[in-house]
């Protein structure tokens, strides 16, 4: 039956067109963005579990930023330490070339002594964002010899976050302590108190920590690496003895100082593989969360060019279906 009232074939015809307009719209819209899952409407499980993979993923590129600034503390402090170590070494040379009779010590000490200085400087200067961990005050308030960095974020399967640190002991790379409590001052490597005297009250102690009875012992010669001074040392078996102490004490201080570089040297390997791991990681979940909601633009493409030809189509029908009604008038002529 025809009828002007109800044009079935135009109405067949708009729905089929509707439908691949907004096909047509949903394709060109993924192709702009990239995304099949653009918005929460798309796909909300999918949307959801992007966005917080999105958002760890920002968590872990602090975590890679904290984890370059924790090497670059571990990598100050161990140019200090190896600078240091060259250093001493300087000294302990001119302190065995002192040790043959007939020298003029004055003049080694004069040596030594540019060497001390330069010493102090290193430490000092070894310092990044605020931080020295070889020139240190002990006594400080909020003084902690573990050093910690952020080094993970983590999910649970509940959902709870977590995050995970790398720690540092620095108190056994400390060169010089300032503490003013006596029990912690003069605790680090150069500053650390050894005696060179002979005999049982004032033998040499390899751990640079020198006893009361020690320090009081007759004739003895408490000194530290920082501040040894052989200016005035002579030829007698007293003062050879002495000499020899240093010699001990300062090649003690090279052994703590080289176990220093080493556990420096561990400590920045650990970070280094730690941070190639977030890397690694962070690729990863860009990975997972574009198999979860990029568009695949190969399929898109192709879609496009179908829903074209079908939109292409369906204005043509739409038109013949109106057309349609316009024939009917012919009846009446």
Same mark, same amino acid.
């Given at each position: 039956m025809?009828?002007?009232? %109800? ?5 067949t ?9 907004k096909?047509?719209?949903t394709?060109?819209?993924?192709i702009?963005?990239?995304? =099949? ?10 949307w ?7 958002s760890?993923?920002?968590a872990?590129s ?8 924790g090497?670059?503390k571990?990598?100050?402090?161990? %140019?200090?330490?190896k600078?240091?170590?060259?250093v ?10 002192? =040790?043959?009779p ?8 004069a040596?030594i %002594? !540019?060497? !001390?200085? !330069?010493?102090?400087?290193?430490? /000092? ?7 020295n961990?070889?020139?240190?005050d ?6 902690n ?26 108190s ?10 006596a ?11 050894y ?18 009875d020690?320090?009081t ?7 530290t690496v920082?501040t040894? /001074?052989? $200016?005035?040392?002579t030829? $007698? ?9 240093y ?5 003690d ?9 080493s556990?420096l ?5 650990r ?7 977030v ?6 979940? /860009? ?8 568009a695949?633009?190969?399929?898109e493409?192709? =879609? ?10 369906g204005? !043509?029908?739409?038109?013949i ?13």
């Open positions: 025809s009828s002007i009232m %109800t044009n079935a074939s135009a109405m015809a708009l729905k089929t067109l509707n439908a691949t307009n096909a047509l719209s394709t060109q819209s993924r702009a963005t990239g995304f =099949r899952v653009a918005e929460a409407s798309d796909n909300a499980a999918y959801s579990i992007a966005t917080t993979m999105r760890d993923n920002k872990l602090t975590v890679k930023d904290a984890l370059g600034l090497a670059a571990v990598d100050v402090a161990y %140019t200090g330490v600078a240091a170590i060259d001493v070494d300087e000294i302990k040379s001119k302190l065995v070339a002192a =040790r043959e007939g020298v003029d010590r004055e003049k080694i000490q040596e %002594t !540019q060497l !001390q200085g !330069q010493l102090t400087a290193n430490a /000092d200067a070894s310092a990044f964002s605020g931080e961990w070889l020139s240190v002990s006594s400080a308030t909020g003084y010899a573990d050093k910690t960095m952020v080094s993970s974020f983590t999910r649970a399967s509940d959902g709870s976050v977590s995050v995970g640190t790398i720690s540092v002991d620095t056994t790379v400390v060169l010089f302590d300032a503490a003013t409590d029990a912690a001052a003069g605790t680090g490597i150069l500053d650390a108190k005696t060179s005297t002979t005999g049982a009250a004032g033998a040499y102690v390899a751990d640079g920590t020198v006893t009361a020690q320090s012992a007759t004739g003895a010669q408490v000194f920082a040894l /001074d052989i $200016s005035a040392l030829n $007698s078996t007293d003062d050879l003895a002495t000499l020899e102490g010699i001990k004490g300062v090649d201080a090279i052994g703590k100082m080289t176990t220093a570089a556990d040297g561990a400590a920045k390997k970070i280094d593989m730690q941070s190639e791991f890397t690694n990681m962070m690729d990863t979940i /860009d990975r997972g969360v574009g198999t979860l909601v990029d695949d633009m190969n399929k493409s192709t =879609r496009l060019q179908a829903l074209q030809v079908q939109q292409q189509l204005i !043509q029908a739409l038109s279906a109106n057309g349609n009604s316009q024939s009917i008038l012919s009846l009446f002529r």
